[in-house]
């Protein structure tokens, strides 16, 4: 996958907790001996200079303060390294480690130290003192990244560790099914995977709130002793790849306690970049059974999370199934059977190497349900190889999981970006040429939670992202194409048809930071073609908004639509509507030959649920306009607090309303 786009103007920042905006001064940094006594020279000589006096300073130095300025030196020239590693790329490390005789590469960011462990959290994590930082040739025996002999990437090379991260390792195990697609979130120089092995310096990309980087690594791990080994993710056949992936989400999130806990879909997002659809066994089973057949059949890497059991540890050892625990899931089979029946099996991976699914369909099972499939070989075989895969009977998944996360990955597709400071005070227009019919996801992401401090996290959530797209059909004209809302890491939105025209789109985005009044966060395109993507500082069509969901108006909605026959005006229709897409909307439709409309709409609970019309009526909670034969208006509201406006399946706009016809 190629990646295009416009890069963030705060990457120096990428390695520093968020915190809320505080009107508090920084406090000034100690000064150095060195800085002391040149300040005293500077006051007893204060001319010096002036006059013209050359001086030597390295005469004016004790041997001690000459190392102390030679140790500022040399930290100062690692700090930009690790800022270099941060920025740009691990070939440019390599250089400077060739250049100057560096030897092996420390991380100076994340560091083989206790705090990287731990975090703030060393009174739960004792323990983890005993831990040791140990280069993978001190545990692990022939080493390499993908394989020795016969390099390949396969899902068993994933075994979770003494760390609650089995979201990120089932995700793993999913996009291990293809192996390519672990070959190319790692960083190759010249396509040798092993190239920084001689400096312990190894690059992994990602994409980090939408914004693509490339994460340098030193080669430390943490391991519970030489013998033992790695004390988290741990090393299959001398394989590397999957303790470097964790140690990059460890990075990226301060300490491997932070990543104690998560969820499959931030990984498979900011490890491939495409979108990912959650889906709960609570909504629809019917469709979440369909989505696991076609992806599947797409090759969709996904994973399952399991139900937070009430009967403990006995269940889980009776069944096989580990709670609040994810799973890689591998797909939906329709199974015949001997009397012409189906059965409906879902494929699945578990990464808990001690948890071994015991239920009907395992190996392990005592009923011979096999013995009633005609194909029973073809599918035994599909599991006789691994003890953690196994197929689970669709009615028992349902049981036993209540989500899925399918990654809508395509191999070819490409990924277009920009990254710029958002206000939460105004929506955001951006231009978005796509210069090939095909598929295309159109996202807007921000800051993953876990990166801000905990004082953050206690008090806030993410930002709600309302984000709305429509096709410029010239004239001033535009259809609608999607929208949506969510307080999500990542929104994004994509046409319900599999494919759209070549174009100009525009795509309309409103965030609405918690504790900023702007903040960074980018608008990213995961489709057939590289795409141009323009920041529409002054946007020139105008009633954009209005003229979008006009188009949805005439379009989506027609079982809410009020004929107004009693109002003197047959032909004629308005409705009312609060989407679940960010915005609610009042539209009328004036079809008569020779009367005109004259509107009054009145919101009800303006005040509680923060509503307002987003055009400037009379009064922000009253709209009053008239229509002559043949127009259409369509007056949007905004809803401050959307979604504690009733019922979210409830499309309903609570208002009053009066219509006059009258003749002209």
């Not at 790692?186 to 914004?211: Q, R, T, V």
């Not at 008090?459 to 535009?478: C, H, M, P």
């Not at 609405?512 to 069509?541: H, M, Q």
Request: with cysteine; proline share 4%.
């Amino acid at each position: 996958m190629s990646v295009y786009g416009s890069k963030a103007t705060n990457t120096k920042l990428m390695f520093q907790p968020i915190v809320a905006p505080t009107t508090k001064r920084p406090q000034p940094k100690p000064k150095s001996k060195v800085e002391e006594r040149s300040e005293k020279d500077k006051k007893a000589n204060p001319h010096s200079e002036s006059e013209g006096t050359k001086t030597d300073p390295l005469h004016l130095m004790t041997p001690e303060e000459l190392n102390e300025l030679a140790s500022i030196g040399l930290e100062m020239f690692q700090k930009s390294l690790a800022l270099c590693a941060s920025e740009s790329g691990f070939k440019t490390v390599i250089r400077n480690i060739q250049r100057m005789n560096l030897g092996c590469y420390v991380d100076d960011i994340f560091k083989p130290e206790l705090k990287c462990l731990v975090g703030d959290n060393l009174i739960n994590r004792s323990p983890w003192r005993a831990f040791v930082w140990l280069h993978p040739d001190q545990f692990v025996k022939n080493i390499s990244i993908f394989g020795r002999d016969k390099p390949t990437v396969s899902p068993d090379d994933v075994r979770q560790g003494l760390i609650g991260d089995g979201y990120l390792i089932a995700s793993l195990a999913s996009l291990a099914e293809v192996s390519q697609r672990i070959v190319n979130i790692f960083a190759l120089y010249e396509e040798d995977p092993m190239f920084g092995k001689d400096h312990g310096l190894y690059s992994i990309n990602i994409f980090l709130a939408g914004h693509p980087f490339e994460l340098v690594l030193d080669d430390y791990f943490p391991c519970i002793s030489e013998e033992k080994g790695s004390a988290f993710c741990q090393v299959v056949d001398g394989k590397l790849w999957p303790i470097m992936i964790e140690k990059a989400w460890a990075k990226l999130y301060f300490s491997y306690d932070n990543i104690d806990s998560g969820m499959s879909s931030d990984v498979l997002r900011d490890l491939t970049g495409a979108p990912v659809k959650s889906l709960w066994m609570e909504d629809d089973p019917e469709n979440v059974w369909k989505e696991l057949v076609d992806a599947h059949t797409k090759k969709y890497p996904m994973t399952a999370g399991s139900k937070e059991f009430n009967q403990g540890i006995d269940f889980i050892n009776e069944v096989g199934i580990v709670s609040s625990h994810s799973y890689s899931c591998l797909g939906g089979y329709e199974v015949k059977k001997k009397d012409g029946g189906v059965v409906k099996l879902v494929k699945m991976r578990s990464v808990f190497p001690e948890a071994v699914y015991k239920g009907k369909w395992s190996l392990l099972s005592e009923n011979n349900e096999w013995d009633d499939i005609p194909e029973k070989g073809l599918f035994q075989e599909k599991i006789k190889h691994s003890k953690l895969v196994f197929f689970i009977e669709y009615d028992d998944f349902q049981k036993y999981f209540d989500n899925v996360q399918f990654c809508l990955m395509n191999d070819s597709f490409q990924y277009s970006f920009l990254t710029k400071k958002v206000s939460k005070k105004v929506g955001e227009y951006f231009k978005i040429n796509i210069p090939k019919e095909g598929r295309y996801y159109f996202s807007m992401s921000q800051e993953p939670l876990k990166r801000y401090s905990k004082t953050y996290r206690d008090k806030y959530d993410y930002a709600e992202i309302k984000v709305a797209l429509g096709r410029n059909l010239g004239d001033n004209q535009f259809e609608y194409i999607a929208s949506t809302q969510f307080g999500k890491k990542d929104v994004w939105v994509t046409h319900e048809s599999e494919t759209i025209p070549a174009g100009e789109y525009i795509m309309y985005a409103k965030v609405n930071w918690p504790a900023f009044n702007e903040k960074e966060a980018t608008v990213s395109v995961y489709g057939t073609e590289k795409c141009r993507i323009d920041d529409e500082l002054n946007f020139g069509y105008k009633g954009w908004l209005e003229k979008l969901w006009l188009d949805f108006a005439v379009k989506k909605i027609t079982k809410t639509k009020v004929n107004l026959k009693d109002q003197g005006a047959p032909n004629s229709e308005y409705c009312a509507e609060k989407t679940t897409n960010g915005f609610g909307f009042i539209a009328v439709w004036n079809k008569e030959s020779n009367k005109k409309l004259i509107c009054e709409f009145r919101l009800k609970n303006s005040t509680e649920y923060k509503l307002k019309f987003k055009e400037s009526f009379s009064k922000k909670d009253i709209a009053c306009f008239e229509l002559l034969p043949g127009e259409s208006k369509i007056a949007l509201v905004g809803v401050g607090k959307y979604f504690d406006y009733g019922d979210e399946r409830n499309t309903q706009l609570y208002h009053s309303c009066t219509i006059k016809a009258v003749p002209l």
